[in-house]
């Protein structure tokens, strides 16, 4: 980060500051005063998927008190599945949320990728992705059969155990022509799609291996339609298949520009419904700002995807008339208060984009039943949410580990709460693990930095206790989401002013 933009940025917060504290600690100074170092969330956020890293870490990795593990995921099938992401405070890893993360961290590596690279980090996205991409390709080991999950959930949650200690059935499942499940197989494609973007200026073998996987994946999603319930009650699809196959065809669209997929999302218009939440399991909100600038940019019969991406921005802004989803009485939207925080991330990233969109094409903003929000006041409101978990908020708490001066010390995270076998080396027993370390109030013995937590309730309270799964447990889609809402907030004046620097992509 350049040191004078930095201090720029750094002079207007104190100023801001000083002038809150001269007109006391009003409820309109607490939410205008704030200044958040936003590269620096940006960092953090990404550098959280390092210490979610399964399989054999390389040389370079940055999150310290990991070590290698799962290394024989795959094996009683013959197949290599080692690699991928723990998807959250648990050892398991779920192809169909891992699929949305890593769509959603190439969508920021695309759409904001001037902002991450002004912020030093455009290296070290591109190797998330690729950290997920790379156990995609492994697990799609043949056109139509892609493994979904490793490791059995229901024995996986019965222990509190480091990922390198871990003896619970690595139970594999997968998805096949006889047993198919779109929505898996679909947002797989949506990953290599998007994730072929990210790669394509500077890689172009891996950028075709990428597209060339992904076309083979939504074939697989289309012609072999069924439900994906086998992560279920962990990840069960309550909204169906077609937001995952207009996703993934949008995607695919960007990424190869082929009449296929623009017929694709012709054909089926009328799948698409207005919606109030972006979540790995209803993705049609991500498949509309895709085909709304397609719409913008002249293809007309897609309009319905612009009216209903217009839909999500009144379900969301207060006043508009036709709200769906509250705001707590500090003003983080509210939709459920289980890691409510992926709901917050995921909207901001949307709001975030689609006013860039709106903004773009030259239109004045959004019309809702009792008002009109033009694409500064959406993007403002968006701005509120990331301001709130990074500490504006009526606790003045950061819901992001390791940011800030208060945060989660607790995170329900098996790894992060057990001491790294680094310090600890011999092996913590399923049964250990919880008499020993899950029920402490001792601080997690490893900052798992980066890692935002479930979030607070509907009236802006949080405990600090690692046992409330649903406030306290990290997971990789919030992150990937936040990437790209940190992103949009880097500097703009600041960065605008200084030449992209191109070196910031090479090293990975
Ligand atoms: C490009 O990607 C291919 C396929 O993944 C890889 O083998 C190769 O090393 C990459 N080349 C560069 C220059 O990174
Ligand atoms: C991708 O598919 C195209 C067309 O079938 C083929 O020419 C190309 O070699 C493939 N690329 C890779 C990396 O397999
Ligand atoms: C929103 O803008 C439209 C078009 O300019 C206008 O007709 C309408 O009255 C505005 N609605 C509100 C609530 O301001
Ligand atoms: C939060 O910070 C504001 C402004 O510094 C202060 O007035 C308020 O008392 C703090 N709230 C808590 C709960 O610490």
Redesign the pocket.
């Given at each position: 980060m350049d040191l004078k933009c930095q201090g720029l940025v750094l002079v207007v917060g104190l100023v801001l500051g000083l002038v809150a504290t001269d007109q006391g600690s009003t409820e309109s100074s607490r939410l205008s005063a704030r200044s958040y170092d936003y590269g620096n969330a940006l960092k953090k956020a990404i550098l959280f998927f390092e210490g979610q890293r399964s399989g054999k870490l390389p040389s370079k990795q940055r999150v310290e008190w990991r070590g290698d593990s799962a290394l024989t995921d795959g094996q009683q099938d013959k197949v290599k599945l080692v690699g991928g992401y723990y998807d959250a405070g648990d050892n398991v890893k779920f192809v169909w949320p891992m699929s949305f993360t890593i769509t959603l961290l190439s969508w920021v590596g695309i759409e904001f990728r001037e902002q991450v690279s002004y912020a030093g980090q455009l290296g070290h996205l591109r190797t998330a992705v690729r950290w997920g991409a790379k156990f995609l390709l492994r697990a799609h080991t043949s056109p139509t059969v892609l493994y979904t999950q490793v490791g059995d959930g229901s024995t996986d949650h019965q222990c509190w155990e480091r990922p390198e200690d871990m003896d619970t059935p690595r139970t594999l499942y997968k998805i096949t022509a006889d047993s198919p499940g779109t929505e898996a197989a679909a947002d797989a494609a949506a990953a290599l799609a998007s994730a072929s973007m990210v790669?394509r200026s500077?890689?172009s073998?891996?950028w075709s291996?990428l597209l060339n996987r992904s076309k083979l994946l939504f074939e697989f999603a289309n012609d072999y339609r069924g439900s994906y319930q086998a992560s279920c009650p962990f990840y069960c699809s309550f909204s169906g298949y077609q937001d995952e196959l207009l996703w993934a065809a949008a995607w695919l669209f960007k990424a190869t520009n082929d009449a296929k997929y623009q017929k694709f999302v012709l054909e089926n218009i009328e799948w698409s419904r207005s919606v109030s939440e972006f979540s790995w399991d209803n993705k049609y909100i991500g498949a509309q700002v895709l085909l709304a600038k397609e719409y913008l940019a002249g293809n007309k019969n897609l309009r319905k995807y612009k009216t209903d991406a217009d839909a999500f921005v009144c379900s969301l802004m207060p006043n508009s008339g036709s709200v769906q989803i509250q705001t707590t009485p500090g003003g983080l939207l509210f939709t459920r208060d289980t890691a409510n925080l992926q709901y917050v991330t995921t909207a901001a990233l949307v709001l975030f984009v689609y006013s860039k969109t709106l903004k773009s094409a030259g239109l004045d903003g959004v019309q809702c039943n009792s008002a009109n929000f033009s694409a500064t006041q959406i993007r403002a409101f968006a701005k509120s949410q990331v301001d709130y978990i990074l500490g504006n908020n009526p606790l003045n708490f950061s819901y992001m580990v390791g940011y800030g001066n208060a945060y989660s010390k607790r995170i329900h995270h098996r790894g992060a709460s057990i001491p790294s076998i680094n310090v600890l080396p011999r092996k913590v027993s399923c049964k250990e693990g919880f008499s020993t370390w899950f029920p402490t109030n001792d601080p997690n013995p490893n900052t798992h930095v980066g890692a935002i937590v479930g979030g607070p309730d509907s009236n802006d309270r949080f405990n600090d206790v690692r046992s409330d799964s649903s406030h306290l447990e990290p997971t990789t889609y919030i992150n990937a989401a936040f990437v790209g809402a940190a992103a949009a907030l880097i500097e703009e004046q600041c960065f605008l002013r200084q030449p992209f620097r191109s070196s910031a992509v090479a090293s990975?």
């Amino acid at each position: 980060m350049d040191l004078k933009c930095q201090g720029l940025v750094l002079v207007v917060g104190l100023v801001l500051g000083l002038v809150a504290t001269d007109q006391g600690s009003t409820e309109s100074s607490r939410l205008s005063a704030r200044s958040y170092d936003y590269g620096n969330a940006l960092k953090k956020a990404i550098l959280f998927f390092e210490g979610q890293r399964s399989g054999k870490l390389p040389s370079k990795q940055r999150v310290e008190w990991r070590g290698d593990s799962a290394l024989t995921d795959g094996q009683q099938d013959k197949v290599k599945l080692v690699g991928g992401y723990y998807d959250a405070g648990d050892n398991v890893k779920f192809v169909w949320p891992m699929s949305f993360t890593i769509t959603l961290l190439s969508w920021v590596g695309i759409e904001f990728r001037e902002q991450v690279s002004y912020a030093g980090q455009l290296g070290h996205l591109r190797t998330a992705v690729r950290w997920g991409a790379k156990f995609l390709l492994r697990a799609h080991t043949s056109p139509t059969v892609l493994y979904t999950q490793v490791g059995d959930g229901s024995t996986d949650h019965q222990c509190w155990e480091r990922p390198e200690d871990m003896d619970t059935p690595r139970t594999l499942y997968k998805i096949t022509a006889d047993s198919p499940g779109t929505e898996a197989a679909a947002d797989a494609a949506a990953a290599l799609a998007s994730a072929s973007m990210v790669f394509r200026s500077d890689n172009s073998t891996y950028w075709s291996k990428l597209l060339n996987r992904s076309k083979l994946l939504f074939e697989f999603a289309n012609d072999y339609r069924g439900s994906y319930q086998a992560s279920c009650p962990f990840y069960c699809s309550f909204s169906g298949y077609q937001d995952e196959l207009l996703w993934a065809a949008a995607w695919l669209f960007k990424a190869t520009n082929d009449a296929k997929y623009q017929k694709f999302v012709l054909e089926n218009i009328e799948w698409s419904r207005s919606v109030s939440e972006f979540s790995w399991d209803n993705k049609y909100i991500g498949a509309q700002v895709l085909l709304a600038k397609e719409y913008l940019a002249g293809n007309k019969n897609l309009r319905k995807y612009k009216t209903d991406a217009d839909a999500f921005v009144c379900s969301l802004m207060p006043n508009s008339g036709s709200v769906q989803i509250q705001t707590t009485p500090g003003g983080l939207l509210f939709t459920r208060d289980t890691a409510n925080l992926q709901y917050v991330t995921t909207a901001a990233l949307v709001l975030f984009v689609y006013s860039k969109t709106l903004k773009s094409a030259g239109l004045d903003g959004v019309q809702c039943n009792s008002a009109n929000f033009s694409a500064t006041q959406i993007r403002a409101f968006a701005k509120s949410q990331v301001d709130y978990i990074l500490g504006n908020n009526p606790l003045n708490f950061s819901y992001m580990v390791g940011y800030g001066n208060a945060y989660s010390k607790r995170i329900h995270h098996r790894g992060a709460s057990i001491p790294s076998i680094n310090v600890l080396p011999r092996k913590v027993s399923c049964k250990e693990g919880f008499s020993t370390w899950f029920p402490t109030n001792d601080p997690n013995p490893n900052t798992h930095v980066g890692a935002i937590v479930g979030g607070p309730d509907s009236n802006d309270r949080f405990n600090d206790v690692r046992s409330d799964s649903s406030h306290l447990e990290p997971t990789t889609y919030i992150n990937a989401a936040f990437v790209g809402a940190a992103a949009a907030l880097i500097e703009e004046q600041c960065f605008l002013r200084q030449p992209f620097r191109s070196s910031a992509v090479a090293s990975e």
